[in-house]
């Protein structure tokens, strides 16, 4: 996103990843209101619907047997007010569609970033490993958007904070039937945390379990892993044996850290390798694009005249501060105190204050929407 919105800003990108495709493991489909505004502001959003996505504009949680209404998101000041439901590969091949419009944009594929380059400790570009040999790209900016395990931040040395987390999650597709409900669902009941994420065909599904327990599970055999979901979600009884490989289920083991600092000279981190978070409330994938609009901004202008200096850089984290660490800290209450809480508990769940609160008053509902689907300090596309 970050090479897209520099390129049309005339700057010289080069983008290099390192998987011949973007069609890998599940990461997350979620287009967010404020992405999708975005969008509208890049005008490519007429564009972006036609592609084949999902729309929702609900989210609900159950406790125990009884539905609440968490999340709606039809209040939003967007111009969609719904979260869109798209294969990240999908995504990415868009963006990467719509960048190749500009001559300015290069992208290549199956090129791994193994080390900085670096001129008196200033970064000077990346070697990459291809599939053709060593390849060098000196720029005046090296971005590293390499995600929660970055080559690049630990290359550069940078300080991560570890902010912990209590649980790991367990992703795998179960066949959806036309018969099914239809919304998007979290299930919560007696130590076991379930989320099902509705596309279309199949069901995405997210079994959170506590943080290293994933050997214990697997042990006890994909029978008794099959039935505890099937505990909380009966209707899957049916088709939950075309689960029949633990290679079918991703672990995911959940990360939420920062980077103290973002940057060095020569080069800022954005998106997860800046500041990995917690799946709760889904929001990675916008605050990595924010990350990218707010650089584009701040620094496009500044790459055109070929000056950009550490201030600059320094000016980029201290716009993203704000939204990262109140979204980690807002995650990490909720961690501890209801995820850790369900994962510890025998009990059957009875729903808890703030969701009766959501359930008696529904305009509480258009909150968690806000901080789902627009989060903290929404940026928006400056004019070129
Ligand atoms: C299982 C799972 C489910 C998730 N679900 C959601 C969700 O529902 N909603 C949501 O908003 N977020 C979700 N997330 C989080 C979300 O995927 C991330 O927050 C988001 O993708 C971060 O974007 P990014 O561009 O910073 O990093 P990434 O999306 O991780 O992209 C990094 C890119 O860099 C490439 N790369 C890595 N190392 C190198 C290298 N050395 N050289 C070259 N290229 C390299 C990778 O191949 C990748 O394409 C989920 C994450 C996981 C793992």
Same mark, same amino acid.
């Given at each position: 996103?970050?090479?897209?919105?520099?390129?049309?800003?005339?700057?010289?990108?080069?983008?290099?990843?390192?998987?011949?495709?973007?069609?890998?493991?599940?990461?997350?489909?979620?287009?967010?209101?404020?992405?999708?505004?975005?969008?509208?502001?890049?005008?490519?959003?007429?564009?972006?619907?036609?592609?084949?996505?999902?729309?929702?504009?609900?989210?609900?949680?159950?406790?125990?047997?009884?539905?609440?209404?968490?999340?709606?998101?039809?209040?939003?000041?967007?111009?969609?007010?719904?979260?869109?439901?798209?294969?990240?590969?999908?995504?990415?091949?868009?963006?990467?569609?719509?960048?190749?419009?500009?001559?300015?944009?290069?992208?290549?594929?199956?090129?791994?970033?193994? =080390?900085? %380059? @670096?001129?008196?400790?200033?970064?000077?570009? *990346?070697?990459?490993? +291809?599939?053709?040999?060593?390849?060098?790209? /000196?720029?005046?900016?090296?971005?590293?958007?390499?995600?929660?395990?970055?080559?690049?931040?630990?290359?550069?040395?940078?300080?991560?904070?570890?902010?912990?987390?209590?649980?790991?999650?367990?992703?795998?597709?179960?066949?959806?039937?036309?018969?099914?409900?239809?919304?998007?669902?979290?299930?919560?009941?007696?130590?076991?945390?379930?989320?099902?994420?509705?596309?279309?065909?199949?069901?995405?599904?997210?079994?959170?379990?506590?943080?290293?327990?994933?050997?214990?599970?697997?042990?006890?055999?994909?029978?008794?892993?099959?039935?505890?979901?099937?505990?909380?979600?009966?209707?899957?009884? =049916?088709? %939950? @044996?075309?689960?029949?490989?633990?290679?079918? *289920?991703?672990?995911? +083991?959940?990360?939420?850290?920062?980077?103290? /600092?973002?940057?060095?000279?020569?080069?800022?981190?954005?998106?997860?390798?800046?500041?990995?978070?917690?799946?709760?409330?889904?929001?990675?994938?916008?605050?990595?694009?924010?990350?990218?609009?707010?650089?584009?901004?701040?620094?496009?202008?500044?790459?055109?005249?070929?000056?950009?200096?550490?201030?600059?850089?320094?000016?980029?984290?201290?716009?993203?501060?704000?939204?990262?660490?109140?979204?980690?800290?807002?995650?990490?209450?909720?961690?501890?105190?209801?995820?850790?809480?369900?994962?510890?508990?025998?009990?059957?769940?009875?729903?808890?204050?703030?969701?009766?609160?959501?359930?008696?008053?529904? %305009?509480?509902?258009?909150?968690?929407?806000?901080?789902?689907?627009?989060?903290?300090?929404?940026?928006?596309?400056?004019? /070129?």
């Amino acid at each position: 996103m970050l090479g897209f919105l520099l390129a049309r800003q005339g700057v010289d990108v080069f983008v290099i990843e390192k998987h011949a495709d973007f069609l890998r493991d599940f990461r997350g489909d979620t287009i967010h209101p404020s992405t999708l505004e975005i969008m509208h502001e890049l005008g490519i959003l007429d564009e972006f619907l036609k592609r084949p996505h999902q729309q929702v504009r609900e989210l609900a949680g159950k406790v125990g047997s009884e539905t609440v209404t968490i999340a709606d998101f039809t209040h939003l000041p967007t111009r969609c007010h719904f979260l869109a439901l798209m294969p990240q590969w999908d995504f990415l091949n868009f963006i990467t569609e719509q960048a190749s419009h500009y001559s300015t944009f290069h992208l290549q594929m199956q090129a791994e970033v193994t =080390d900085l %380059i @670096e001129v008196s400790g200033t970064v000077a570009g *990346v070697r990459a490993k +291809t599939p053709n040999g060593v390849l060098e790209i /000196r720029a005046p900016l090296t971005v590293g958007a390499d995600g929660r395990h970055s080559v690049v931040r630990e290359r550069a040395g940078l300080e991560v904070i570890d902010l912990g987390a209590p649980m790991d999650v367990m992703w795998m597709r179960i066949a959806r039937h036309s018969t099914d409900p239809a919304q998007t669902l979290g299930h919560f009941d007696r130590g076991r945390i379930l989320f099902l994420i509705n596309r279309e065909d199949y069901w995405q599904c997210a079994f959170v379990i506590p943080k290293g327990t994933a050997d214990e599970i697997r042990q006890r055999g994909l029978g008794a892993f099959q039935q505890e979901i099937v505990a909380l979600e009966p209707f899957l009884q =049916d088709r %939950i @044996e075309e689960l029949r490989d633990w290679k079918e *289920v991703s672990l995911l +083991t959940v990360r939420v850290d920062r980077l103290a /600092r973002w940057f060095r000279p020569g080069l800022l981190c954005i998106g997860d390798a800046a500041h990995a978070m917690s799946p709760i409330g889904g929001v990675g994938i916008n605050l990595a694009i924010q990350d990218a609009v707010a650089a584009a901004n701040v620094l496009g202008p500044k790459l055109r005249q070929n000056n950009v200096t550490e201030s600059d850089l320094q000016a980029v984290q201290q716009r993203r501060t704000f939204p990262t660490r109140a979204t980690q800290r807002l995650q990490i209450v909720i961690q501890n105190n209801v995820i850790r809480r369900i994962l510890s508990s025998a009990e059957s769940l009875s729903v808890p204050w703030p969701l009766k609160l959501l359930r008696r008053w529904p %305009i509480l509902r258009r909150i968690p929407a806000r901080v789902i689907g627009l989060g903290f300090r929404p940026e928006h596309v400056k004019p /070129r």
